[in-house]
């Protein structure tokens, strides 16, 4: 007997969410397998980063449905499951500057039970020489860098990245594309928002169109 074809890992199904009285997405189809990518783009307010929270769980859909391996994430214990394959990359770092850059993502890979990792994780993003430094002293860069570290040091299959690539020089923009490439190779899913040009081999493009705000009314004022 023939196999049908295999369950995305993620599907959102005529995905919508309305924030604050505006229809922020309307209607998103997306499916995504193991190994799979997506590029989002969009001027800015079009809905980008909110799409990411909505696949982070940190936002509700207002209508539709996102399923993970087949089950729905509202779902508060299927949620409890999903959470732990995710890595979020926004534009707010969670560095803490009193703690050594090392600190500040050996604490993350400790949480999750592992060791070993984030050294050479920081080593390989180019932040070696400062990793027992206070992370005061680092540079918006070297910030993104070390959140990039925290990726490589506590493994997670589905990694969601807004404006990844914000502060980082040539080389790191070429590092960011190098690790996202592994991680597909190695099974992983990768979702980026982004404003520049990110090379993102086979990637689906996700384009967000321009949202018009809805005007207030005197009434809605009142």
């Excluded at 980008?48 to 769980?57: E, I, N």
Aim: aromatic share 6%; with cysteine.
């Amino acid at each position: 007997m023939a196999r049908g074809p295999p369950i995305p890992k993620l599907l959102a199904s005529r995905l919508s969410c309305i924030r604050n009285g505006q229809m922020v997405l309307r209607d998103i189809n997306m499916t995504m397998h193991n190994g799979g990518g997506m590029i989002l783009t969009g001027p800015n307010g079009s809905g980008k980063t909110t799409f990411l929270r909505v696949l982070t769980g940190f936002l509700k859909p207002s209508a539709g449905h996102l399923l993970w391996n087949g089950h729905d994430v509202t779902n508060s214990s299927i949620y409890e499951l999903y959470k732990v394959e995710l890595h979020w990359v926004g534009l707010k770092d969670a560095i803490k500057n009193k703690l050594s850059v090392v600190d500040n993502v050996e604490f993350w890979e400790t949480l999750e039970g592992k060791s070993g990792r984030s050294r050479k994780a920081l080593e390989f993003m180019g932040l070696g020489h400062v990793m027992n430094e206070p992370a005061q002293v680092l540079s918006v860069g070297q910030r993104k860098r070390v959140q990039l570290a925290r990726l490589l040091a506590i493994p997670r299959p589905i990694w969601l990245l807004d404006e990844p690539s914000v502060g980082l020089d040539k080389d790191g923009v070429q590092k960011l594309e190098y690790i996202m490439e592994e991680h597909r190779r190695k099974g992983g899913m990768v979702f980026v928002a982004t404003h520049v040009p990110i090379k993102l081999k086979d990637a689906m493009h996700l384009q967000f169109p321009p949202r018009i705000l809805k005007s207030k009314t005197y009434m809605d004022l009142m």
